[in-house]
């Protein structure tokens, strides 16, 4: 049997295939929006993310997660307005200033150096790993409940404690 002759038996089911994988696919229920500022995304420890600056202002407006395109930090005062552009995760909080900062930084990430990067790495697991716990509980609440939580309110005090303990 020739290559040819398998792959024309073939075709149907990778068709087949392609078609089960888009159905599967998730979308959000708010499309996100194109915005003028800029948007940088990397991979940190496991996560895939991007940082993006709505207004082009140098300041970090909002951080969401690639794969489900769900804002889950948002600048402190920015929530309305970060609102418009695609959907909030359930347990989104606002960005406390030490966060600010070091997201700030990765804006202009093609002007820093290797040791810069890894400065703010460390900065982002160090964060993470003090926020852990209530990003567990907050995540727990929501466990085997359907129902998406409402925005996020701008006082989130019990997680905004955790991430200023710095």
């Known amino acids: 049997m020739s ?15 392609v078609l089960v994988l888009a159905a599967c696919a998730q979308t959000p229920s708010i499309a996100p929006q194109q ?5 940088v995304c990397d991979t940190y420890l496991i996560q ?13 407006d909002l951080i969401y997660f690639t794969d489900t395109e769900e804002i889950f930090m948002y600048r402190s005062g920015k929530r309305d307005s970060v609102a418009e552009v695609m959907p909030f995760h359930r347990c989104a909080v606002p960005l406390n200033a030490g966060m600010q900062a070091t997201t700030n930084r990765i804006l202009n990430r093609e002007d820093l150096s290797l040791t810069e990067e890894l400065s703010i790495t460390m900065e982002l697991i160090t964060n993470y790993l003090a926020a852990k716990p209530s990003i567990d509980a907050c995540n727990a609440r929501f466990e085997g409940n359907s129902d998406e939580a409402e925005l ?6 019990q997680f905004e404690e955790d991430w200023d303990a710095e």
Request: glycine share 10%.
């Open 35 to 39: 915005v003028a500022g800029k948007t």
């Open 152 to 157: 996020p309110s701008e006082g989130f005090s």
């Open 48 to 60: 895939s993310m991007c940082v993006q600056d709505l207004q082009g202002d140098g300041v970090v």
């Open 3 to 17: 290559i040819l002759s398998l792959c024309k038996k073939m075709r149907p089911i990778l068709l087949s295939v």
